[in-house]
């Protein structure tokens, strides 16, 4: 594994905090490693659909942060990234009390585009996780 | 244009109201037709990303909901639905001042599934609509 | 409409015979627009499924193909395009005796990236269409 | 691993032989697992695009056909699959001297739907192989 540039950590960590939504959702930064990020967040109150379920908007908001920041982790220093466009499958409902991990990783890096993916988890409070969604996408560098 | 069954106008906005993300990203339900539907927010302070434009999260919560709400217009009053899978293209950001419309529609009803599109646009203070995302994918019906 | 400049039909036009595929497959380039492509094709007998339907895989190829013409026909006479992602939802079943109509259409043109949709329809002989596939996606421009 | 049943094997494999796109493109299927199937194609000649790379088209065919047959090896013997959607992110041009070998997999499988997911790569003549393609989609089981 490539051993992460601290800077690059430091960088990525920032970014998450300056991202009000990750505030509002109670996520946390779990894990950056180059290629790889990890965020988790509970289902609150404000953030369900009607059956109470966690809302799709939620668990995709989880996959594109991780995913993008999985693209940023393997970026040179100056740059940012944009999500160019992102599929999600939802496999199974996540309950309201359930614990959202969702682990982004990319698949291909590049200088033009970074082609990623997302898996979302919900693990329950016996520690049994399922797997909620699967996202694939395409990120794109940018000149902050 | 078909009319609209007032029964199913009414589950649709008893479903949106029991939906706390609409309630928590300021969303409003303004258009309910056979196979359309429109649904509006302001980018809340709570909802941005590191640039202070609309989270991509965002943007996609209310494509999402307003391609589910089209397809559940087309369906018998005892169903619901659930998103499958959905694409979102991302076509432009959209300012913390921008006012967003997400006009879901029924691309083709089914009995085993129903596929849908989103066009998500960005007023600004002015009237100018700039369209900053495009989304497609594919809702199943389930009984409740 | 923005009238089409005969150099870029040109270059889409031998770029469209230079792709053995479309000869494969039986192929006509019939519009080119600024930003509208029209391509159909027959099903030929070697490009069916099981059963005996058009292979998704040929209704793909034309939707690609409609929506990468489409892109290059928004270009500079220098660049090519090439694509990055598509995402396809198939609408109905395309019967051996039916002839595909490919529409690709630009949604948003771009200096890095081009955002295209297509529809993909199959015209029975009685001339009676219906819309077997709809494809969203994402073109590069490329120097050649 | 779940081992193989071979009625299901033998279902598959009469299914791949009867769809004249299979044999068109000189693909072979390779192996047949639970959950697992990989299929190979050279870029034949007349599969190309205009710079003589395998066509997009070609590689989504392989892809597709990858994932649904995996779909297909989790279903009981008497039911059939169609590709709902499907979505492809092309990571590298293939040349027309490699081989393509699609590797479907089922990431969930489901008695109303199944969700899929396939690698398409690229072997050169020294066995080197590069990844040209992920996909991403939903297959359905229908009685046939």
Chains 1, 2, 3, 4 share one sequence.
Not at 17 to 34: H, P
Not at 83 to 104: D, F
Not at 127 to 142: C, D, K, N, S, Y
């Amino acid at each position: 594994m490539t051993p992460m540039n601290p800077e690059i950590e430091n960088k990525i960590r920032a970014s998450f905090d300056a991202q009000s939504m990750m505030t509002s959702i109670g996520a946390e930064l779990k894990t950056v490693q180059s290629g790889n990020v990890v965020i988790t967040s509970p289902v609150l109150e404000g953030f369900r659909q009607q059956q109470d379920f966690a809302h799709g908007g939620l668990i995709f908001t989880l996959g594109d942060s991780a995913a993008g920041y999985a693209a940023l982790s393997v970026m040179p220093l100056d740059m940012e990234v944009m999500t160019v466009e992102l599929k999600i499958n939802i496999m199974a409902p996540a309950p309201a009390s359930g614990m959202l991990i969702a682990q982004g990783k990319v698949l291909k890096p590049g200088r033009r585009l970074v082609i990623v993916a997302s898996e979302v988890w919900c693990e329950d409070t016996d520690g049994h996780r399922v797997q909620v969604a699967a996202l694939q996408g395409t990120m794109i560098p940018v000149n902050p």
